[in-house]
């Protein structure tokens, strides 16, 4: 284990907080699922699909935060970068919270995402200061357990909270989780990152980052497949709340099938685990993709004979569960291949590629859900035509 030169957080302390701080951003997306009806009409939106925005922008804002951070706190050290994030994302919050219109809501969403990424970036440089090795991986595993949580209590969290109050409460909700966070991090957490090891905040090393990872064939590629995924996932999360709740009329019982999904990607991140070391990410990665896309293709087919684009709850759900166990196999194992040719630039590197995914990601995920009709299908047929793009683009990675 290697140490600042200040005294460290007691081990369980310290997971409980950075578990805290990388999971706000889960939980400002998934909190907000029940809600969006209700607070398209309040804000006057007139097409149900635009509700969506509220998670798609976020996400695009969280793009956008993820290429600053990581330089930002390589030069100023990580506590002030955290208060940054933390400052932009409170605004944010108060934003939405006291949104009267559609647009300032939207600019909220925007801000909450550049703020959000800055807590999330940095707490992975904050193990990465304190812990390596066998030991670094111990202490993430603990983060992720807690972290795999979050998509499964969010929503009963945001429905809890419309059941006694307005939608506003969950933005309050954000806003002193936030302010804990803040406040537990500042006055607890030593600084990690000593002077002598900070570098000049340099624009040229994110551009160098983005040549060199637009010229490099397989860092390129699985940042592309990573964001073809993440697409085809993001329209699920921008539909969600239309599926569950307009097709099978769930109401109430929304975040208890929205729970069952999210235990299928994190049950698929232990299995990942466990046979990653013995199969190699590549070989796991060609079987989950082929079966995400080969699936989604014949159950397009099937919805659409069958029940008109309305199939019953148990058969959809059955094929929702497999595929969000493929892409959980996928998530991280498409970003570690991402990052296998830059680990001499592995900070910088980590910020563009996920900077760079998540963008692909927020522009198809919103085709993806805006296409929303009534019927399952513009979610399946995603998931069959992104699947197989990324097919096409670890083909010409590999070949």
């Known amino acids: 284990m290697t140490t600042a030169s200040q005294k460290t957080l007691p081990f369980g302390e310290f997971v409980a907080l950075m578990a805290l701080t990388i999971s706000l951003v889960a939980l400002s997306i998934d909190a907000m699922l029940p809600a969006l009806p209700d607070i398209g009409r309040e804000l006057g939106v007139a097409r149900a699909n635009n509700n969506q925005l509220i998670i798609s ?75 390596e090795g066998r030991a670094m991986a111990q202490v993430m595993s603990f983060i992720m357990a807690v972290f795999i949580l979050v998509p499964i209590i969010a929503p009963a969290l945001g429905q809890g909270l419309l ?21 537990w991090f500042s006055i607890r957490q030593p600084e990690t990152l000593p002077s002598e090891r ?48 307009e097709i099978y009329h769930l109401g109430a019982r929304f975040p208890l099938f929205f729970a069952i999904l999210a235990l299928s990607i994190g049950s698929a991140s232990f299995f990942n685990g466990r046979l990653v070391m013995r199969y190699g990410m590549r070989a796991l990665t060609g079987w989950a993709i082929r079966t995400l896309s080969g699936l989604a293709a014949i159950c397009l087919i099937l919805f659409w004979l069958l029940a008109g684009g309305q199939p019953p709850l148990w058969l959809f759900m059955g094929y929702m569960l497999l595929t969000f166990f493929c892409v959980g196999v996928l998530f991280g194992n498409l970003n570690a291949l991402a990052m296998e040719p830059l680990g001499h630039i592995a900070g910088v590197g980590a910020a563009v590629v996920g900077s760079l995914s998540t963008l692909i990601s927020v522009f198809l995920g919103t085709l993806v859900g805006q296409a929303f009709n009534g019927t399952v299908l513009p979610l399946v047929g995603g998931f069959a035509v992104l699947g197989a793009a990324a097919i096409v683009t670890m083909y010409w990675v590999e070949r």
């Open 163 to 183: 059941q006694v109050a307005h939608w506003r409460a969950i933005f309050g909700a954000f806003l002193l989780l936030a302010i804990i966070a803040l406040a």
């Open 198 to 245: 900070r570098r000049p905040f340099s624009v040229q090393r994110i551009l160098g980052a983005i040549r060199e990872i637009l010229f490099n064939r397989v860092a390129f590629g699985y940042t592309i497949a990573a964001g073809l995924v993440s697409g085809a996932f993001l329209g699920y999360l921008s539909s969600a709340q239309q599926i569950f709740g």
């Open 57 to 131: 922008l976020l996400m695009l804002g969280l793009s956008i935060g993820q290429m600053i951070y990581g330089p930002l706190s390589d030069s100023t050290g990580r506590k002030p970068a955290v208060y940054v994030g933390f400052g932009i994302f409170i605004g944010g919050c108060v934003m939405s919270l006291l949104a009267t219109s559609f647009p300032v809501m939207l600019a909220g969403r925007i801000l909450q995402g550049v703020g959000v990424a800055g807590p999330r970036i940095v707490a992975v440089a904050v193990v990465r200061d304190q812990y």
